[in-house]
């Protein structure tokens, strides 16, 4: 359908706009799917794990027809220290087999064919359309709501309500007055680096069958002495490299999201892993990483806010909780059609819902952790040294007895620095890796 009224203008067509986009055309809703990019996905990134549930609440058996890279199988932590690594690891095979558990994927593939769902329902998709501004309509003397966009070309669109899904950048929620500026100390600046390798080589280098994948999440070694994570996923046929951490830190650092994958890349334990893959495609992106304390207001008169622009991340959590704010607000703009009625009344279920949810008990639960990182920059490092430290001692054969080693050790933990200090550590780091 092409008006130049809808029910709802949903902004940027990523899992969060385009999950909101699908649910309301099945209800009947006139959308329209508007993206910058000149097609989905290509203006975005991330790691990339694609999480089954909640995107089969979307589209049952997605598997079956999305363009998906490997079941993952495997997942594994990494303390990476320069020349040594703790490691941590789960391969479960039933993760390979339906309802399987999550899939690597790569967003230039899986966002366009995520939008194109959308447009099946009855969507319009409009992509190298870069909205610029919101446009209101008086309701009272002093109130007045969101009615429509501004787009770049100048053309005004009107539609009852906007959802923005606009991602980490959130500039039309803040033009809108739902959140202030974002600080440099609540988001993390990510390099990503995409390495094609021949699917057999994969295959031998991870130990993998053709249909099972790995996921590995590091901390220590990759992020330049900087409060932050690295990762790999297996793709079919190429390896994805991440590293980034808090923007702050980085600038105060003075290195560069290039120099941090490149370093990455030439650790020991990483570079045999992507021996003679060649570089396909490199891209860097700011995630939001301000926790409970940054989240915005989530809605006003005729508008709401879902995913990324929402401050929805939980550990490494992204999609999975976009697609369900995006869920969450469809059916709230349902609601609101069905009461013609667009106001905050109707619009303030979307947070009641989202505040009750499950992953916001987990952003809550977080809430300490971000302060603790951004003060103490240090804590993965040292993290990683100790473990790495003591798992030399420990797999060292010498002639010194099993509890003589062992008392060596731990008075080598206890020296490093405050215990209270390194469980306080520990607990952050455990907490950041969704362990509890
Ligand atoms: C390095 C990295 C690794 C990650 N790994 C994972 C992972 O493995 N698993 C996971 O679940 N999450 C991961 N994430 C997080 C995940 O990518 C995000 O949480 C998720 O993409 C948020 O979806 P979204 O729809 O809210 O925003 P986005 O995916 O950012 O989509 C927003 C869209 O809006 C468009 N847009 C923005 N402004 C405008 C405008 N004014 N007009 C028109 N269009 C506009 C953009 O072009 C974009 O397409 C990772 C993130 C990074 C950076």
Redesign the pocket.
């Known amino acids: 359908m092409e008006t130049d009224r809808y029910n709802a203008i949903i902004?940027?067509?990523?899992?969060?706009?385009s999950a909101a986009a699908i649910r309301l055309a099945q209800n009947d809703l006139s959308v329209a799917l508007?993206?910058?990019?000149e097609r989905?996905?290509t203006?975005?990134?991330?790691?990339?794990?694609i999480?089954v549930e909640p995107t089969s609440r979307v589209i049952p058996e997605f598997w079956k027809d999305a363009p998906l890279e490997r079941p993952l199988v495997t997942d594994e932590f990494w303390l990476l220290d320069r020349d040594s690594a703790v490691k941590v690891g789960f391969t479960g095979l039933k993760y390979k087999r339906s309802p399987y558990n999550k899939f690597s994927a790569l967003r230039s593939k899986f966002?366009p064919w995520f939008a194109q769902q959308a447009v099946n329902e009855g969507a319009h998709l409009m992509t190298s359309?870069?909205?610029?501004d919101l446009v209101y309509e008086k309701t009272g003397l002093l109130s007045k709501k969101v009615a429509g966009v501004k787009l770049d070309s100048g053309e005004v669109i009107h539609a009852d309500v906007v959802l923005l899904?606009?991602?980490?950048?959130a500039?039309?929620t803040e033009k809108a007055g739902l959140r202030g500026e974002i600080e440099k100390s609540s988001m993390f600046l990510?390099a990503?680096e995409e390495l094609a390798l021949p699917a057999e080589k994969i295959e031998a280098r991870f130990n993998l069958e053709p249909d099972e994948g790995t996921n590995v999440g590091m901390i220590g070694y990759p992020t330049s002495g900087v409060a932050g994570k690295g990762?790999l996923w297996t793709n079919k046929e190429s390896i994805s490299l991440?590293v980034?951490g808090y923007l702050n830190q980085i600038i105060k650092k003075g290195v560069n999201p290039y120099q941090m994958i490149s370093r990455f890349k030439a650790h020991p334990l990483v570079s045999r892993l992507i021996k003679g893959a060649e570089t396909v495609a490199y891209k860097s992106?700011i995630?939001p990483k301000g926790g409970y304390e940054s989240l915005p207001q989530l809605y006003d008169d005729g508008i709401l806010v879902?995913?990324?622009?929402a401050v929805m991340?939980s550990g490494?959590?992204?999609?999975?909780?976009?697609m369900l704010t995006g869920l969450y607000a469809a059916d709230i703009i349902a609601q609101a059609r069905a009461a013609e009625d667009h106001t905050s009344r109707i619009l303030k279920g979307y947070e009641k819902k989202v505040m009750n949810s499950f992953f916001m008990k987990n952003i809550k639960k977080g809430k300490g952790g971000h302060k603790y990182q951004k003060e103490h920059p240090d804590t993965d490092y040292l993290l990683t040294k100790a473990a790495n430290d003591a798992a030399y001692k420990f797999f060292k054969v010498g002639s010194k007895s099993s509890s003589e080693k062992m008392k060596k050790i731990r008075k080598e933990i206890l020296d490093m620095q405050p215990v209270k200090k390194t469980v306080k550590d520990l607990y952050y780091a455990l907490q950041d890796w969704s362990v509890f």
């Open positions: 902004v940027g067509a990523g899992p969060a706009g508007i993206e910058r990019g989905p996905g203006k975005t990134m991330f790691g990339g794990s999480y966002d359309t870069l909205v610029t899904a606009e991602g980490a950048s500039n039309l990510y990503k990762g991440i980034g992106r995630i879902a995913g990324d622009a991340i490494r959590r992204g999609t999975d909780l976009a």
